[in-house]
T-cell receptor, first 112, second 112 residues
Framework: GQQLNQSPQSMFIQEGEDVSMNCTSS?????WLWYKQDPGEGPVLLIA?????ELTSNGRLTAQFGITRKDSFLNISASIPSDVGIYFC????????????FGTGTRLQVTL | SQTIHQWPATLVQPVGSPLSLECTVE??????LYWYRQAAGRGLQLLFY??????ISSEVPQNLSASRPQDRQFILSSKKLLLSDSGFYLC???????????FGAGTRLSVL
């Protein structure tokens, strides 16, 4: 099925650094979601975005719904070791009720 | 509050054996229910979703089937497992009209 282009695929950063990742799509979305998945666990919702241009924060995490409705980014400030995991973007394409399209994931590894 | 349960957490099955994975949701009614498969280090592939009892939509042709015998119960089955059925299976639920999906802890299936 359709997937979003998510980048980067993986990143190694040092503790305390800021992180940025993004997703782009050829389709217009009416919802953007960001999830984090720890090894062997199910994805957990971090942030939900519902309007173009919306900027939402959850602690050290900030995400934005792109103005064109075809992209979104997630920033993590002052990373800590527990930020390690895989981050997925997901969204609902306009006209596709009930289903989400998922990005391919960004694997984040934090070194001390 | 709503919770989602998946079991078993881990399963090792021989090729050709049957499969039954169960997912139940508590604390909500008429949820949309979903089965995903995740290959190692990869994104989420939607297998089936259901908007009501007895209503199943299949996203990809495969060796698996799904059933929803009760409002908050979703079952993933196979009559004869293949090696390629190995993977991490995730169940999720959504409370319309919100587009957020909430995931279970997953089942790690190894077919040998």
């Amino acid at each position: 099925g359709q997937q979003l282009n998510q980048s980067p695929q993986s990143m190694f950063i040092q503790e305390g650094e800021d992180v940025s990742m993004n997703c782009t799509s050829s389709s217009i979305f009416n919802t953007w979601l960001w999830y984090k998945q720890d090894p062997g666990e199910g994805p957990v919702l971090l942030i939900a975005l519902y309007k173009a241009g919306e900027l939402t924060s959850n602690g050290r995490l900030t995400a934005q719904f792109g103005i064109t409705r075809k992209d979104s980014f997630l920033n993590i400030s002052a990373s800590i070791p527990s930020d390690v995991g895989i981050y997925f973007c997901a969204g609902q394409v306009v006209g596709t009720a009930s289903k989400l399209t998922f990005g391919t994931g960004t694997r984040l590894q934090v070194t001390l | 509050s709503q919770t989602i349960h998946q079991w078993p957490a881990t399963l090792v099955q021989p090729v050709g054996s049957p499969l039954s994975l169960e997912c139940t949701v508590e604390g909500t009614s008429n949820p949309n229910l979903y089965w995903y498969r995740q290959a190692a280090g990869r994104g989420l592939q939607l297998l089936f979703y259901s908007v009501g009892i007895g209503q199943i939509s299949s996203e990809v042709p495969q060796n698996l089937s799904a059933s929803r015998p009760q409002d908050r119960q979703f079952i993933l089955s196979s009559k004869k497992l293949l090696l390629s059925d190995s993977g991490f299976y995730l169940c999720a639920w959504r409370a319309p009209p919100k587009n957020i999906q909430y995931f279970g802890a997953g089942t790690r299936l190894s077919v040998l």
